[in-house]
């Protein structure tokens, strides 16, 4: 016959099972401290709640995620943390994730923004935002161009119900640090006007964390080197 577990039994073979996790939770938080320091956020796309209290436990405090269905349906199962929203957002979902998201990093376009900033402002709150760069100006992204990100961002921030916190960008896989590099040159830019009063440089993922911190990242976005491999879609 099959013993029920006692709690502590169960906490041991969750943390048996999901050891690698603090391991790798304590590499990355090295490398990011050896390559300067950044804001560390756990990107949770596809992984089981299960997984992600764990991880929280570890003392993580931030998660990212970039499905709205798949953020709903996990989200009651979820220890409390804060969330971005980080994957490509239509405008007809901004309606989903206000008051439920912390921050969106991934605002794309000046439509995007103007809803989020009428639903917040019905909701009676300030949405934080980041404008997502296609810093590579690559087809297969979204994002605002190098070249209008100025104007975007003068643009946006005349609008109330949200604020501009800084920049974010997924960069071509094949010259990150010369990507990375033209992303911290436009925050730079960008810094003395007085319509960017900001002060987040979203860049760098699992395989590219290390390189973005030293080209001046503050938050890195960080899921398969934590969690492993995601499934293939
Ligand atoms: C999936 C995702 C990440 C994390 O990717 P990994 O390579 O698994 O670390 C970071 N940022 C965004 C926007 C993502 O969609």
């Given at each position: 016959m099959e013993l029920p577990k006692t709690a502590a039994e169960v906490i041991y073979t969750l943390n048996d099972e999901f050891a690698y996790i603090k391991e790798n939770y304590l590499r990355i938080r090295e490398n990011i401290e050896r390559a300067g320091g950044a804001r560390f956020m756990a990107v949770t796309k596809t992984v089981p709640p299960e997984k992600v209290n764990y991880s929280l436990s570890l003392g993580i405090d931030l998660i990212g995620e970039n499905r709205v269905q798949e953020y709903l349906s996990k989200e009651k199962d979820y220890s409390p943390v804060k969330m971005h929203f980080i994957g490509h957002l239509q405008t007809n979902k901004v309606k989903y994730i206000i008051g439920r998201?912390?921050?969106?990093?991934?605002?794309?376009s000046i439509p995007l923004a103007r809803e989020i900033a009428r639903l917040s402002g019905k909701a009676g709150i300030v949405t934080d935002i980041l404008l997502e760069v296609n810093i590579g100006a690559e087809e297969s992204k979204s994002g605002f161009s190098p070249e209008e990100t100025d104007s975007a961002a003068a643009e946006i921030s005349e609008m109330s119900g949200l604020k501009v916190r800084g920049l974010m960008t997924i960069p071509p896989p094949e010259r990150p640090s010369y990507y990375f590099g033209q992303m911290k040159k436009l925050f730079d830019d960008l810094s003395p006007k007085p319509y960017f009063d900001a002060d987040i440089l979203s860049m760098g993922m699992s395989a590219d964390y290390e390189t973005a911190i030293k080209c001046g990242s503050n938050l890195v976005r960080i899921g398969s080197a934590l969690y492993g491999a995601r499934p293939k879609k």
């Open positions: 998201a912390e921050m969106i990093q991934s605002v794309d």
